[in-house]
């Protein structure tokens, strides 16, 4: 359980939140002058009745937001030209005032008041949308999006992907469904159900993306590679790493034939990272030094993409045993980390360094993990639309506490790091239920059984219903819950959990297995406790249809 909490927050995910992109419109010279530039008064409430202030002072909100000299004022034009498009509507559809919450709302997200946009752009999508106009619907499908972006800056997951549905239908119903815009959207929206870990969903709109952009662009697009990509992603997750690595070997040809080299080398990481899921290590080493050359060449040595190679092959080497090659990689990543390039993203150096925190607590050095977790956090400063990669990594330090034996310390964490994703709405998700798991099993260290059991009791109802009852996760969580309800003296509480597990892996697992046998033995103990017998019969593996073990 702990090598998957470890692992599941650092896969790399194509999918970056984009900003919906804002219509311009040329304004005629007559405007000029409406308003002088400067004046602190941008328009008395009966000014706001003229036709000609609203597009005045979009304009002027534009023009400060891109010399970026004072986003304040920007805020405050944008606002003031909404509210002259409103009055100037008449209580009618307005396309103008639409757009003009669209633009403001864009504002208040440049300035990470995310909240405050909000209940903006809620207000543009209740605009009515004109049958016979189809820009009405389009701005409508905007709205919706650019709502499912802000959602998903303040972690609420659930919410950003209804919206992000929501303006996928209304375009689908102007464009139809084999237009290659919606083609984008499809793949836009798996991206998010990526991030969301939701595999199936995820699925089922990159396939469609796919079939639009081959329709449109014909074979070996750069469009059907992105989307090859994404497919790749999801197959990897879903744990179908033959497919996904088909996957990218496609992708590859495709950009190759482009002449894209620096995406290309962005393809053999990947490539590389599915080697190493298939643990044939010296596949993925020549990937990644293949993409390393590339990116040297063409980023620089100080760039953080090579840093993330130098994690990668740092992330073999500890895995095969060669402890002073991975250190040595660790510490050409740091390097880079610690000192990035001017313009060098923010989510990339946290990232970095909360990979290089994981090996380094395989490599049995927590103290140094910790450091560079808590790097991690400072460099994010409870920033704005970071609270799920806050919470990760709050989770990790945690279970690294645990391994060090400061139990209280851990409990601390992980219930810092739950109340987070609680927050965000992401509580439907594979880690949230690992990250109960784990505060389960820190509350049994300081003695909060009951605690500890009502997490274990959810945990299980998460992971049975997102991993399947037959997942290794899930049977771990139900054998911690049946040794909670023996602590508990719920003993036939126990022994129904317990029963279920012992049934289960004898179905999947050798039965001469060990886990097998631990299990077995703690049945059989419990079973005596409470003065009932119990006769288990062994099955073999033969009995197991293959593609549940290649599943395994």
């Known amino acids: 359980m702990d090598e998957t909490l470890q692992s599941i927050r650092h896969k790399e995910i194509s999918h970056k939140q984009k900003p919906m992109p804002l219509r311009s419109r040329n304004l005629p010279s007559k405007h000029a002058g409406v308003i002088a530039q400067g004046s602190s008064d941008y328009g008395s409430d009966t000014a706001l009745d003229n036709p000609d202030l609203g597009p ?31 009055r100037c509507s008449d209580g009618k559809p307005s396309i103008e005032f639409v757009m003009s919450l669209h633009i403001l709302a864009a504002i208040h997200c440049s300035l990470e008041q995310f909240e405050e946009a909000i209940p903006v752009l809620e207000r543009s999508i209740r605009v009515p949308v004109m049958d016979d106009e189809p820009e009405y619907a389009l701005a409508a499908f905007a709205g919706n999006m650019q709502l499912g972006d802000t959602y998903a800056m303040l972690g609420r997951i659930g919410d950003s992907l209804n919206c992000y549905h929501k303006g996928m239908e209304i375009q689908k119903e102007v464009l139809g469904d084999m237009d290659p815009r919606f083609g984008e959207t499809c793949r836009y929206v798996a991206e998010a159900h990526v991030q969301a870990m939701q595999f199936s969903e995820a699925e089922k709109f990159c396939q469609r993306a796919l079939e639009i952009h081959k329709m449109h662009g014909g074979l ?8 090859k990509r994404l497919m790749a992603l999801i197959c990897e997750g879903k744990g179908d790493y033959e497919e996904a690595l088909e ?16 995406e290309v080398a962005s393809v053999d990481c990947s490539i590389g990272d599915t080697y190493l899921a298939m643990r044939k290590d010296d596949e993925a080493v020549f990937a990644y030094q293949k993409a390393l050359t590339v990116l040297t060449s063409a980023k620089g040595e100080n760039h953080p993409s090579v840093a993330a190679v130098y994690v990668r092959l740092a992330d073999v080497y500890s895995k095969t045993g060669k402890l002073r090659e991975a250190r040595a990689f660790c510490e050409s990543a740091l390097r880079i980390y610690e000192k990035p390039s001017s313009g060098s993203p923010l989510p990339d150096i946290v990232s970095g360094l909360t990979e290089i925190a994981v090996i380094y607590e395989s490599m049995n050095e927590p103290e140094h993990a910790l450091g560079l977790l808590h790097k991690a956090l ?14 990760g990594i709050e989770a990790q ?136 017998a119990k006769s288990w019969k062994a099955k073999s593996l033969q009995s197991v249809p293959s593609s549940q073990n290649k599943k395994k």
């Open 247 to 262: 996957n990218l070997v496609l992708a590859s040809m495709a950009l190759m034939s482009h002449g894209l080299d620096v």
């Open 220 to 227: 070996a697009s750069v469009e059907e590679a992105a989307d």
């Open 397 to 532: 330090m945690g279970v690294v506490y645990s391994v060090l034996g400061k139990h209280a310390e851990a409990r601390d964490l992980l219930r810092n790091a739950i109340a987070k994703l609680r927050a965000s709405g992401e509580m439907r998700s594979v880690f949230f239920g690992i990250v109960l798991n784990q505060m389960g099993l820190a509350c049994v260290q300081c003695y909060a059984i009951n605690e500890a059991a009502d997490l274990f009791e959810e945990s299980r109802l998460i992971l049975e219903e997102i991993c399947g009852p037959y997942h290794p996760d899930t049977l771990a969580v139900c054998s911690n819950l049946a040794g909670t309800y023996d602590a508990m003296g719920r003993l036939d509480d126990a022994i129904g959990v317990l029963e279920h597990v012992v049934g289960i892996r004898e179905k999947k697992l050798d039965t001469e297995n060990t886990d097998v046998d631990v299990e077995k033995q703690r049945l059989t103990e419990l079973l005596k406790e409470a003065g009932k």
């Open 378 to 391: 400072e460099a994010l400063h409870d920033a704005p639309g970071q609270q799920s990669v806050i919470a």
């Open 56 to 86: 005045f002072l979009l304009k002027v909100a534009r023009d400060l937001i891109i010399s970026g000299d004072n986003p304040g004022k920007a805020l405050e034009c944008a606002s003031r030209a909404a509210e002259s498009f409103d």
